[in-house]
Every structure is written in C-alpha cells, then in structure tokens.
C-alpha cells in the first residue's frame, strides 16, 4: 500500500478550469488531452464549469491539484478571489495586462488582418465587421481587420454590440439579435465583405440575411472564424472561417505548465498565429466585375497545387492569351503569370502555417522539385522565407 500511495504522489494532477460548452475551449482541451497522454507522470482532469458563480476548487480537491489552466473568464475569477490559490496556473486565450501572468494566446491581430486580406482577394472594396464589444478577442479582431483595410484603402465599418443584443455564442435571444442584424444588414453597402466576430456570429448574420432575401456572397460576404462545425450545419450555408490553432495552445499551455512542475525554465507568453482561411460557400465567389477573370480566378483557385501555367488558364477561360492579360491587367491589375504564382505561394503559405510539412515538402506539394528554387520564389512574391513563416506559425513571444 505505501509504495503504491507512494507511486500516487510522483503523478501530477492538471485541472483545466473552463466552460467546456465552447468550441474553442473543448479543441484547447484536446489539445491538454494529447500531450499528457505522453508524459508519464501527468495526469489530467477538464473541470468543466458552466454557470456562475464560485469557481474555486474545494478544500478537499485542492490537495490533489498540483497545476492549473484557466480560460479568461476563470483566471480573473481566481486570481481576484478571497482566498487566491497558490497552485501553479497557467492562463490561455486571455491577452492579460499582467506581466507576470504565464499565459498562451492566439494573434487577434493578425486574425482580422488575415480575413480582411482574404475579402479584398474576393474582390470586395467595402468591408464591414460584426462583433461583440464586451470579448476582448472580438474587440482585436475588430482593429486587425480596420487597420489592414485601412491600408488597402478600402472604407471599412464597424458594428460592435454587448452580449444582451448580440451573443458570441448560442442563447435563446432570437427576435432581438434578428433585429440587431436587420438593422446592420440594411446599413451595409452593397456588395460588402464582412467579418464575424466568430462563426456563431457568423450564423447568426447568414440566417438573417436569408430571411431578409439578401444573397450570400453576392451581395454580402461573410468570414468567421473559429472552423466550428455546428454553426456551419445551422446556418444552412457552408462558412468561411479562420482556422485557429487552438489545440496548439492547449499542448504549448500544459507544456509550458509541466515545465513550472518540473522547476524548468518556462516562458512567460506564447502567441500563436492563426492557421489559414478556410474558403466555403459564403465567400466562395470573386466579385470581379469580368466574368471572364472571374472564370479564370476560379480556375487557378482549384489548381493552384499543380503546375499551373498560362496557357492552361487560358484554355479553361475559353479565350486567348493577349484577351485575358488585358482583363487581368484592367481588373486587378496584375498580370497572369504574376496572379498564379502569388496564389500557388499563398498556398504554399498555408501549408507551412499548418506545420505539418515540413519546407522540402511543401516544394513538392506545390509543384516544386527543386527546394532551393521554391524557396527563391517564395521569397520574392512574399517578401519572406518559407522557413521564417513556419517558424511564425507557432512563434513563441516572450514579454
């Protein structure tokens, strides 16, 4: 018995505090989930909390605790509590204005830039957003998405609202958000590319837009992010969304927390860059006024892995190499040869933001055999190195 109790005891116990109801928390929790699977001496137990109310462990569970991770909500919790814990923590998702708190986070930022760069590819030239102003991600998701229009010199408007009128998940709210919406909707131009703060706004805003007759994308576009399959089956339309790495946070916060247990050095913050847009539906139209491009865009999206070449573009476009480079050079100012390679190496950049290839294999899944080459005109399309932005993709900052 005392060598068993004794075995009991080299074993850590990670409690992840948490409303386990939200997508993004269950895929962190995954990501807890895989990595303790291969330690030997962790144990892990999701403390999933739902309501309001006392979130502190009690008494009698704080003896087998020996690490924590918190979202947001419950890391204030704890920390402004009677009686703080002293259990080590670590917070995730949460961008906190302690220096002193560890914490692993996603680039809010960088998530607005992406879908704004996103919508301007489609060929909107007015975009809008459509978030809370309560959550502090939707509030830098907002900034991320005005700036980068801004820079594009693309007029962009912002709609923000609290969590009575507008909620950032599922709530029984119905008329009062279909009102809110309306009200957005009839204000927007048209045609316009919006953002969702999430892709539950994001269901939220397409439903609306059906029940009005306003037709998505055409007359307006929609991007969430998050990649949660259930507003996608409930919005009777296919989202687009932002892929967010939320299982990396969960693997590098418990990694970051075993280190505390093991008297490691750990860092302070990591913040992880969003993954890659993922195109469905409500975005899968390029509004190009030519449909001559626009038959040509479409082509060049679907085969952009392979060796794609001019002539092959031509020939799907049903008209001539001199025809199409005059549209292409009119409506987007650019040429053929140069549109295909800077949408294969914006491929080639989603797959290394992904992290499972390696930059050898990326070449080849793009249609490269020689690495040295790719990496040459990867370089001059986007200014960077392909190893720099797999490096980036899971890039640990810490303050």
């Not at 055999?369 to 899971?394: E, L």
Request: charged letters at 25%; one cysteine or more; aromatic letters at 6%.
């Amino acid at each position: 018995m005392a060598k068993q109790a004794m075995k009991s005891r080299t074993r850590r116990q990670i409690v992840l505090l948490a409303d386990l109801q939200v997508h993004s928390i269950r895929e962190v929790c995954q990501g807890i989930a895989e990595y303790v699977s291969q330690q030997r001496n962790l144990d892990f137990n999701p403390w999933p909390v739902v309501s309001e109310g006392t979130v502190i462990p009690p008494k009698v569970d704080l003896a087998h605790i020996d690490g924590l991770i918190l979202s947001e909500r419950y890391r204030s919790h704890v920390c402004t509590s009677r009686r703080p814990l002293k259990i080590p923590r670590v917070g995730f998702l949460d961008n906190p204005t302690d220096p002193r708190a560890r914490s692993v986070e996603v680039d809010e930022l960088a998530i607005g830039r992406l879908a704004a760069r996103h919508l301007l590819e489609r060929g909107y030239r007015k975009l809008a957003f459509v978030g809370s102003s309560t959550m502090r991600w939707s509030r830098f998701r907002n900034e991320g998405f005005i700036r980068a229009a801004h820079e594009a010199g693309v007029p962009c408007q912002s709609y923000t609202f609290g969590l009575d009128e507008l909620p950032v998940y599922w709530a029984w709210n119905l008329e009062k958000r279909r009102t809110c919406f309306q009200q957005v909707l009839s204000r927007l131009p048209k045609p316009c590319g919006v953002l969702a703060g999430n892709d539950v706004i994001a269901c939220f805003l397409i439903e609306t837009a059906r029940h009005d007759g306003i037709n998505v994308p055409k007359e307006t576009g929609v991007i969430g992010v998050d990649d949660d399959p259930i507003p996608n089956a409930a919005a009777h339309l296919a989202i687009s969304s932002i892929q967010v790495p939320f299982r990396e946070v969960g693997r590098q916060a418990v990694a970051m927390l075993h280190n505390i247990l093991e008297g490691k050095c750990a860092e302070k913050r990591v913040v992880l860059q969003p993954t890659r847009v993922i195109v469905r539906t409500s975005t899968d139209i390029f509004m190009t006024e030519d449909r001559l491009v626009n038959r040509a865009q479409a082509y060049i999206e679907v085969n952009r892995a392979g060796r794609l070449k001019v002539n092959d573009v031509v020939r799907a476009a049903g008209t001539t190499r001199v025809t199409l480079g005059k549209r292409f050079r009119k409506h987007l100012d650019t040429g053929i040869h140069d549109y295909i390679l800077l949408q294969r190496m914006e491929h080639a950049r989603e797959l290394l933001r992904v992290g499972d290839l390696n930059v050898n294999e990326v070449a080849l899944a793009c249609g490269f055999n020689n690495t040295p080459f790719f990496c040459s005109v990867f370089k001059r399309a986007t200014h960077t190195t392909p190893g720099q932005i797999r490096r980036d993709a899971f890039a640990r900052s810490s303050k």
